[in-house]
């Protein structure tokens, strides 16, 4: 585990073994942080039979059957499959699956322990399956824990978060990032770079590393640079972008943080390479809001590349004149 899941995962801990951890938690921070981990780890260490004074086991009987995946006290809600074919994954978690949740956290624990249920992604609770949930949050119980793991908290309703304590996750300092990216074994320039990229975030500098991004972003970067020079047309770069659709959301995010990076150039932070510093920030700004919330709507079968195209087209104007226009 990395150093800033180990705080998090002995935080409650120490909490539990105290006697003050709340039967809902709530793991909430960026993505690729590694929430889901620690609440598997916490979970079972709440499951194991060992001395609470000690570490998870793996031996005793409830450590057995948790890792067969048969532990009757203990249940992994995520997105599930849809009875119907072609089985697609579920965009959402349903209320079938909080109501036999519901059931599980009613009965008394079967091997006379702790019971445990660990939600993840909890934001993409539907409707009716957060309000089911919030029968269960209303009536805690002794040694009952129900750990809610999420990277948009805020998509929570607020009665659920009221009702969680929170275990917030925070991007470590960045000498701590760095050398975990080292102890995972990637070459320090390249760790140093991707954590530039990432800005700041280990987990997506180590995903970014091992799938090879880095390319992708100097791509996008080279982009841009050309639609400041007038160079490329934005509908062409638009339609490449969205012509590779399993890449378009990250090319995405890679320009939404090239915008971040010239609008930062101001107060004295590096430019991203091959950009120009920025004529209007304010503009940038709203940018790099518009180029997410097109991210976020990648999903819907609409046709992107217009919008990304006008958003490309303003690219240019947002920075600082270049020699073609001189
Ligand atoms: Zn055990």
Do not use: Y
């Not at 570490?55 to 995946?69: K, P």
């Not at 659920?160 to 050398?179: D, G, H, K, Y």
């Not at 991004?213 to 639609?227: G, S």
């Amino acid at each position: 585990m990395s150093p800033w899941q180990t705080r998090q995962l002995d935080s409650a801990l120490a909490a539990w073994r105290a006697g003050r951890l709340g039967h809902a938690q709530l793991l909430c921070g960026p993505e690729a942080l590694g929430k889901r981990d620690v609440a598997e780890a916490l979970a079972a260490r709440l499951l194991c039979e060992a001395d609470p004074s000690l570490s998870t086991c793996g031996s005793c009987r409830s450590c057995q059957l948790r890792l067969a995946g048969t532990h009757p006290d203990f249940r992994f809600i995520t997105l599930e499959e849809n009875e119907k074919p072609p089985h697609k994954l579920r965009t959402e978690i349903v209320i079938e699956q909080i109501r036999m949740l519901g059931q599980v956290m009613q009965m008394t624990s079967q091997r006379g322990g702790a019971q445990v249920v660990v939600i993840d992604p909890a934001d993409l609770l539907n409707n009716a399956a957060a309000n089911a949930l919030l029968k269960t949050l209303e009536e805690p119980a002794n040694n009952r824990f129900l750990l809610l793991v999420s990277a948009a908290p805020q998509r929570l309703s607020a009665t659920i978060r009221s009702r969680c304590q929170r275990m917030e996750f925070a991007l470590p300092e960045r000498e701590e990032a760095l050398t975990w990216l080292l102890a995972k074994g990637h070459e320090s320039k390249q760790a140093t770079h991707a954590l530039e990229a990432a800005q700041g975030h280990p987990g997506l500098a180590d995903r970014w590393l091992a799938e090879g991004r880095l390319v992708l972003r100097d791509e996008v970067l080279r982009d841009l640079a050309a639609l400041s020079r007038g160079t490329a047309a934005p509908l062409d770069v638009a339609q490449a972008w969205v012509a590779d659709s399993a890449l378009t959301a990250l090319r995405l995010r890679f320009a939404a943080d090239a915008a971040l990076g010239v609008a930062r150039s101001v107060a004295g932070a590096a430019l991203p390479s091959g950009l120009t510093p920025p004529r209007d920030v304010d503009k940038l700004g709203l940018w790099f809001e518009q180029m997410n919330r097109l991210r976020a709507q990648l999903a819907a079968p609409l046709k992107h590349e217009l919008a990304l195209a006008g958003l490309l087209g303003e690219w240019r104007s947002m920075q600082a004149t270049t020699e073609t226009r001189r």
